[in-house]
């Protein structure tokens, strides 16, 4: 299914970079933790099999020691010089593990099952002797060990984990794609279904506003003026979110038209605006405006204003306050509404986010205000208590 994509729907929404920065966490840590864990194998493998081979010589060591000790034991009062040989260092220990005599470079020996081992780059073989020549139960042979063996080994660990991890790497990535395959696809035809949808709002909703504007209220009874009121908050309502999903779709490409902008000449028309839906709560709208200018694209501020009015008219109770502030390069705005749970505020500007199913439309318009605000370097700062409100401040 080939559909258009704008830039926000190619960009992982931050709940979609959670989950993935997740999965391929704990995907890495499995990759790192197996292929550590087939290097020990390995490493290990290649020590017995090093030492198998050592096996042979030494033992052959062994032999020509134990002859020497036989002729040195027979003829011990004619030469009692230890027999030593270049090639290999040796020990003689006798039945208790208590030391005779000894050429060992490294004196840590291991009386234990195993014959052969490495300690301290020196190569040991413990051979138990049949016969106890000069008290002697266990002859000890000691080569250095060069540790070629060990380099080689890690080249080759180094080498082959490196090659496994990029291999399982990209297939982890190829793993992830297709874990946010579902969630993307779904997002992509959302958008489609918005921007089709925008297209047939257009001509109905202008000639609904239209109509209510031209209205004649004074010869209405009171019934009838509560109804209209009602038809004029639903319109009104679904007017922000069509200009949510028309900007969604389609202005946020057109090139900016910035100039000086006196905000609280702004604020005052938005508020009027917004004047029959706080009214249908009953909510106290406190101004408390100073001169205070920016420059921007209108268009794009009143985005930002109306969704941060709305949302706190929205989401406030009845009989609640709305307030704004406005200072040179600081714009702050508040209600007395429901609030949010503070492990929620990070998520709140991702694209159709919503944590109220019985209130908001499509979960676009923070999305788009955080947008906006990035685009101008503008900050925002969401300080909100569940249960008692949120205070968005803006700075420039």
């Not at 198998?52 to 009692?80: C, G, N, P, W």
């Amino acid at each position: 299914m080939l559909v258009s994509r704008n830039k926000a729907t190619n960009s992982l929404l931050r709940s979609e970079k959670k989950s993935l920065f997740r999965f391929l966490t704990l995907y890495v840590a499995m990759v790192i933790f197996m292929i550590t864990l087939l290097s020990l194998f390995y490493y290990q493998s290649q020590e017995k099999l090093m030492l198998s081979d050592q096996r042979a010589m030494l033992t052959k060591y062994a032999y020509i020691q134990t002859r020497r000790l036989k002729v040195l034991h027979h003829f011990f009062d004619e030469k009692t010089e230890y027999p030593r040989d270049p090639r290999f260092k040796s020990a003689i220990y006798d039945l208790e593990h208590m030391k005779i005599f000894s050429l060992l470079k490294d004196e840590n020996v291991r009386f234990d099952d195993v014959e052969i081992y490495i300690i301290n780059d020196h190569i040991h073989l413990v051979k138990m002797l049949d016969e106890f020549y000069l008290g002697t139960k266990y002859l000890i042979i000691e080569v250095e060990d060069s540790g070629a063996w060990r380099g080689e080994i890690w080249k080759n660990i180094v080498g082959f984990g490196f090659l496994a991890f990029i291999l399982f790497i990209l297939f982890g990535l190829y793993l992830a794609k297709l874990f946010l395959r579902p969630m993307r696809d779904s997002i992509v035809l959302l958008d489609r279904f918005i921007k089709d949808t925008t297209h047939e709002l257009n001509t109905p909703l202008s000639a609904i506003l239209a109509n209510i504007e031209m209205m004649d209220t004074d010869v209405m009874v009171e019934k009838n003026k509560t109804k209209l009121a009602r038809i004029n908050i639903a319109a009104k309502t679904v007017s922000v979110l069509y200009k949510d999903l028309t900007y969604l779709t389609l202005d946020q490409e057109k090139e900016n038209y910035n100039e000086e902008i006196e905000i609280k000449e702004l604020i005052y028309n938005r508020a009027e605006y917004f004047a029959v839906l706080a009214q249908s709560k009953h909510i106290e709208c406190n101004l408390d405006l100073e001169e205070a200018v920016i420059t921007m694209d209108r268009r794009k501020l009143t985005r930002v204003i109306d969704n941060l009015i709305s949302n706190a008219i929205k989401y406030n109770k009845r009989n609640g306050t709305v307030g704004i502030q406005l200072r040179e390069g600081l714009l702050v705005i508040w209600d007395t509404g429901i609030g949010m749970n503070e492990e929620k505020i990070p998520f709140m500007f991702d694209r159709y986010m919503r944590f109220n199913n019985s209130e908001g439309g499509f979960g676009v318009g923070l999305s788009i205000v955080k947008k906006i605000l990035d685009e101008y370097h503008i900050s925002i700062e969401v300080e909100s208590t569940e249960g008692e409100g949120t205070r968005m401040v803006l700075r420039w």
